[in-house]
């Protein structure tokens, strides 16, 4: 073989073997980036001299106050919801949360620790919460707060499949942990006192103590620190839904 043809020759092989790579690795990476993706974990807000305050583990009987408290300091709130929120009296209060302009977002369903569920159970979880806010509301929350604040890589991409940010804190007022009112009050004092840019504070609606004495304590020391008090999805300039419609009429489909 003159050297030219020899040199066309392996040119060829090696065109063959750039191909079968580039076959492999396009015919195999859809599945596996797809897996890959990993939510977005807020743990900050973004906008400066923001404040998001989030009530975990509602629809619970002191929403409403929860509401008033806020709408009284120009403050909107976010609320993730879990539980089985078809009850009549529960979907009043989630639609009524909506209604007065505060967030509403996902908490998941049966408040477990994500960490330890498969890929599919994981999936239910969030899928059962979603659709309720769906036929409840009429949107689809962009948001998820995982129970516990619990979450690894499984729940991470499942919540990128979803196309749901994952939210956590960074000021815990550690209602849900047996502080007293006094003690999350204090907890309040400490971190206005620091003046931070943003606060992103984790509160419970289900506390009487914190819808009653704690939140309207630290509304009145955030708005006197001249903090705008907004939803976590403005606090870093997202959208709050992935789908905005209209409440659904209730049918059999609406219970647990
Ligand atoms: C109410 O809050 C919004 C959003 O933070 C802010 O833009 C507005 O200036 C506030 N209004 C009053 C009267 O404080
Ligand atoms: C994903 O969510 C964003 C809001 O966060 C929304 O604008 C977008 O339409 C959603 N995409 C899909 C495919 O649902
Ligand atoms: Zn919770």
């Known amino acids: 073989m003159p050297p030219s043809l ?21 015919s195999s990476s859809p599945v596996v980036e797809k897996r890959q993706t990993l939510a977005r974990v807020i743990t900050k807000c973004t906008k400066p001299n923001t404040v998001a305050l ?5 629809p619970w009987v002191y929403l409403y106050d929860v509401s008033k408290a806020l ?14 929120i078809y009850d009549a009296d529960e979907a009043k209060r989630v639609l009524y949360a909506y209604q007065k302009g505060h967030q509403v977002a996902s908490h998941t369903w049966s408040h477990s620790d ?3 569920l498969s890929w599919d159970n994981i999936h239910d979880e969030m899928w059962r919460v979603e659709q309720a806010l769906q ?11 995982p129970p516990y604040g619990n979450y690894n890589d499984l729940v991470l991409q499942a919540s990128a499949v979803r196309n749901q940010s994952v939210v956590i804190w960074d000021f815990d007022s550690e209602d849900s942990i047996g502080a007293t009112p006094a003690q999350s009050e204090s907890d309040y004092d400490q971190i206005i006192s620091k003046h931070p840019s943003t606060i992103l ?12 004495q704690v939140l309207p304590y630290a509304l009145d020391k955030l708005s006197k620190a001249g903090y705008n008090m907004v939803s976590v999805a403005e606090c870093v300039g997202l959208p709050a839904y992935q789908f905005i419609g209209s409440p659904e009429i209730r049918d059999s489909t609406w219970h647990c």
Do not use: S
Not at 54 to 58: H, P, R
Not at 71 to 84: E, K, P, V
Not at 135 to 145: D, S
């Open 6 to 26: 020899r040199h066309l020759r392996f040119v060829m092989i090696l065109q063959a073997f750039v191909a079968l790579f580039l076959v492999a690795l396009t």
């Open 54 to 58: 989030t009530f975990d583990d509602g």
């Open 71 to 84: 709408i009284a300091y120009n403050a909107t709130g976010t609320f993730f919801f879990n539980g089985c």
């Open 114 to 116: 994500l960490t330890t």
């Open 135 to 145: 036929k409840i509301v009429g949107v689809v929350p962009a948001f998820m707060r």
């Open 201 to 212: 504070a984790l509160n419970h609606e289900i506390h009487e103590t914190t819808a009653h």
